[in-house]
């Protein structure tokens, strides 16, 4: 875009200068010449204010970046407070935005008869059967 820009206001430029040149030819376009110049002004100073911005936005999202930084570390910090206070296994961190932990629960495995195997047992026979989730 800015490529274009700068070809159109030489292109301004250019016609301006002709204009100027000739203006005792075009006498009925003289007006429109002016007015020419004017926004020739104006988007020069408009150009030059958009730089300005662009170099404070840049500022402004420099500081914006390290602010989000120090809050993400202390948030960090307040987590660990809270979790240290309650525990990491109460359900009073859901107030906080926090997950607590909740362990899976223990597979069982049953024997064909129904009843639950031993530790020994389910150890040697828990290759053959299929875990699930």
Sequence with gaps: MANSQAKDR????????????????LTHLTA??????????????????????????????????????????LVAFLDAGVKQHYGNRAEKLVEFG?????????????GPDGQRLKPSSA???APDQPETP
């Design 10 to 25: 030489k292109k301004w430029e250019l016609r301006g200068q002709a204009l100027a040149a000739n203006g005792t030819e």
């Design 32 to 73: 429109h010449g002016g007015r020419l110049g004017e926004l020739q002004g104006e988007v020069k100073s408009l150009t030059a204010e958009q730089a300005s911005l662009t170099a404070r936005k840049q500022e402004v999202s420099k500081q914006l970046k390290e602010l989000m930084q120090e809050g993400n570390k």
């Design 98 to 110: 926090l997950q607590p932990f909740r362990s899976r629960p223990r597979l069982v495995l049953v």
């Design 123 to 125: 150890a040697k026979e």
